[in-house]
C-alpha cells in the first residue's frame, strides 16, 4: 500500500519535475534570441549610419546572421525608411522578428505570449552630402 | 510525507534559482541596451562640430548642441522622457542617469594622447576629437533582498581617427 501511495505521488509531482528541467532552458533560449535580435539591430544601425540608409546588402546580411541561428526569412520584418540621409539627420532601423516559440512548458494562464522580438534604433547619418 | 518535504525543498531551490537566472538574464539585456544607446548618443554627440572653427582648419565639439544631441538620442534609443526616465513600452526597466560627459577636441587636448580616467577606470589612446561619455541605470532586481546589486554602468569613447590609423 504505501508503495504505490509514494508511485501515484512521484506520478503527481513529474509535472513539476519536468517544469523545473524545461524552463530554465526554454527562457534562457528566449532570452538570446532576443539578445540576438537587438544585437542585430545595434549593428545594423551602425553601419546604415556610415551608408546614409540601410542598403539591401545590410538587410541581407543581418537576414543571414538571423537565419543562422533558427529564425526563417518570412519571420523577419526589418523597417528602415530607404531614403537617403545625410550627415546630422536620423536614421531609423526597427527589427521585428516573430516569437512563435514558447516559453513556458505549461502555460498555467490565460495570458498570451509575446508574439515578436523587436528592436528599434535610431542614429544620426555620417554620409557628406 | 518525507518524500513531501525533500520535493518542498527542492521547489523552493528551484523557483530562486529560476528568478536569479531571470535577473542575470535581465541584467545581460539592459546591459547590451545601455551600451548600444551610449555608443549611439556619443557617436551622434561628436559629429557636432562647429562649422566656423572647421572653416579654420580646427575640429572642435560644439559642446551645448553636443550634450543636447546625447539626451534627445538616449531618449530616443531607450524610450525616455525629459527626466530620462522610462516611457510606457521602454524596454529599459528604470531611470537613466549621465555620470559623466566630456569633450576632447583641439581647443583642449593634443592627439594622440592617452585619456585616463579613474573614477571610472577608462585609460585608452586617442587619436582624434572624441567624445567620451558614461552612464548608468539601476540593476534589475527580483530577488534583491538577498542580494543588493550595484548599477550597471557602461562607459563609451567615440572619437575620429584618420583613415588608416
Redesign the interface.
Known amino acids: 500500500m504505501r508503495a504505490v501511495k509514494?508511485t501515484i505521488?512521484?506520478a503527481i509531482?513529474m509535472p513539476?519535475l519536468l517544469y523545473?528541467i524545461l524552463?530554465?532552458i526554454l527562457?534562457?533560449l528566449d532570452?538570446l534570441y532576443?539578445?540576438a535580435v537587438?544585437?542585430n539591430t545595434?549593428y545594423l544601425?551602425?553601419k546604415a549610419?556610415t551608408e546614409g540608409r540601410v542598403t539591401p546588402q545590410l538587410i541581407q546580411e543581418v537576414t543571414n546572421n538571423l537565419k543562422a541561428i533558427g529564425f526563417s526569412e518570412d519571420e523577419i520584418h526589418i523597417e528602415s525608411d530607404p531614403v537617403l540621409r545625410y550627415?546630422?539627420e536620423?536614421i531609423d532601423v526597427a527589427i521585428r522578428v516573430e516569437r512563435n516559440r514558447t516559453l513556458f512548458p505549461f502555460n498555467f494562464t490565460s495570458k498570451s505570449q509575446p508574439n515578436y522580438y523587436y528592436a528599434?534604433?535610431?542614429?544620426?547619418s555620417?554620409l557628406l552630402n | 510525507m518525507d518524500?513531501?518535504i525533500k520535493?518542498s525543498i527542492?521547489?523552493i531551490a528551484?523557483v530562486y534559482?529560476?528568478l536569479y537566472?531571470?535577473q542575470n538574464?535581465e541584467w545581460?539585456?539592459q546591459r547590451?541596451?545601455l551600451k548600444?544607446?551610449n555608443?549611439?548618443a556619443a557617436?551622434?554627440a561628436a559629429?557636432q562640430i562647429d562649422d566656423a572653427e572647421k572653416s579654420r582648419g580646427r575640429l572642435i565639439i560644439d559642446s551645448v548642441l553636443a550634450r543636447a544631441?546625447f539626451e534627445d538620442?538616449l531618449r530616443?534609443?531607450l524610450g525616455l522622457d525629459a527626466s530620462l526616465t522610462p516611457r510606457p513600452g521602454s524596454p529599459i526597466l528604470s531611470n537613466v542617469r549621465i555620470l559623466h560627459f566630456e569633450i576632447l577636441d583641439e581647443s583642449n587636448a593634443t592627439f594622440p594622447m592617452l585619456y585616463q580616467n579613474p573614477t571610472y577606470g577608462i585609460t585608452q589612446w586617442v587619436y582624434g576629437p572624441a567624445v567620451i561619455s558614461v552612464i548608468e541605470t539601476d540593476h534589475p532586481q527580483l530577488v534583491h533582498r538577498i542580494f543588493h546589486q550595484k548599477p550597471i554602468r557602461v562607459p563609451t569613447i567615440q572619437e575620429y581617427k584618420e583613415n588608416g590609423i
Open positions: 509514494e505521488l512521484r509531482y513539476i523545473m524552463q530554465p527562457s534562457y532570452h532576443d539578445n537587438k544585437s545595434a544601425t551602425q549610419a550627415r546630422g536620423r528599434h534604433n535610431s542614429i544620426m555620417e | 518524500f513531501t520535493l527542492i521547489i528551484f534559482a529560476w537566472q531571470e538574464q545581460d539585456l547590451n541596451l548600444d544607446a555608443n549611439f557617436h551622434d559629429l544631441v538620442s530616443r534609443n
